[in-house]
């Protein structure tokens, strides 16, 4: 029987989310080298076309800014990956309350670099609440004229919880806002988060560099729970083996790999008879 076209399917929107996520596993490993917006000169990003040139092969989606698309992504490799393009800033580890931020890049400018996504942040509970969930609902407004998906990035401040209860309300208002694919970080009980806005896709941050094992358990348990992939920035970029850590995150995240298997790919990317265990 031929499948029915779906007359209400937002067939630009549809476009872009299967660049950001393989249609064929429903599964994505993005690539988050945003940090500079507000961190500055960021460990392992120093020489940031390097890295991206390095681990642009490995990952499906590339997170970043514009700036970073326009001074460090090689010709050849432009529109090699889709981009999500980071759209809110404003604010720098200088400041002690991170909240304060508005929107950076236009829809148009977001067009015109051929992003398939662009990513908000949102400090739900923060002193600038109102204005981050403004910021959202902004460019959500904007980017639904365009069929460009809005990926919504649950920050954190500084001394804020990363628990279920406060993630999972953080997350479901990003949802009820409009937002396509929502960014958020692990915490235990994930599959109830990610139940609590099914069907909207939930990708994992990485958080501060910690060990190749535990970031791999971080992937794997997220997947195990429901999550359609990671979006893992120094766990991989700061790792002394950022090759070999980004292909065990893909195995986990597409493959279904174990946290063992993981690291046996970790090991064959390690220099010399080194070994993780
Ligand atoms: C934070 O808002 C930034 O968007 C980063 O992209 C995000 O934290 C993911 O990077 P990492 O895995 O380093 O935490």
């Known amino acids: 029987m031929c499948p ?6 937002d067939v630009g929107i549809q476009s ?9 596993d429903n599964r994505v490993v993005m690539l988050a080298v945003d940090h500079p917006y507000f961190q500055g000169p960021t460990t392992g990003l120093k020489d940031m076309s390097t890295t991206i040139k390095t681990l642009l092969p490995y990952c499906d989606c590339l997170m970043t800014t514009r700036g970073a698309v326009r001074a460090n992504i090689a010709p050849e490799d432009v529109g090699s990956k889709p981009i999500m393009l980071r759209v809110s800033g404003g604010n720098s580890v200088l400041f002690e309350e991170l909240s304060d931020e508005k929107l950076t890049v236009t829809i ?3 067009i015109r670099m051929d992003a ?3 990513a908000v942040s949102v400090y739900v509970g923060a002193a600038n609440q109102q204005q981050t ?3 959202l609902t902004d460019m959500i407004n904007q980017a639904d004229e365009y069929g460009i998906p ?4 649950t920050a954190v401040g500084k001394n804020m919880a990363r628990d279920l209860r406060y993630l999972a309300l953080a997350s479901r208002i990003c949802q009820d806002a409009g937002a396509r694919i929502i960014k958020t970080y692990y915490c235990d009980e994930f599959s109830k988060l990610v139940d609590s806005v099914a069907p909207t896709p939930v990708v994992v941050a990485g958080g501060k560099y910690s060990s190749p094992p535990d970031a791999m358990k971080m992937a ?3 997947i195990q ?3 359609v992939g990671v979006d893992f920035g120094r766990n991989i970029f700061q790792d002394e083996n950022p090759i070999g850590m980004i292909k065990a995150i893909n195995a986990i995240v597409h493959g279904n790999h174990t946290v063992k298997e993981a690291l046996d790919i970790y090991n064959a990317c390690l220099p010399g008879a080194r070994k993780l265990e």
């Open 4 to 9: 029915m076209p779906n007359a209400y399917l």
């Open 16 to 24: 872009r989310m299967n660049r950001i996520i393989s249609p064929k």
């Open 108 to 110: 148009k400018e977001a």
């Open 116 to 118: 398939a996504g662009v």
């Open 133 to 135: 969930i403004m910021n």
């Open 150 to 153: 809005v990926l919504a990035v």
């Open 220 to 222: 794997y348990d997220s």
């Open 225 to 227: 729970a429901g999550a």
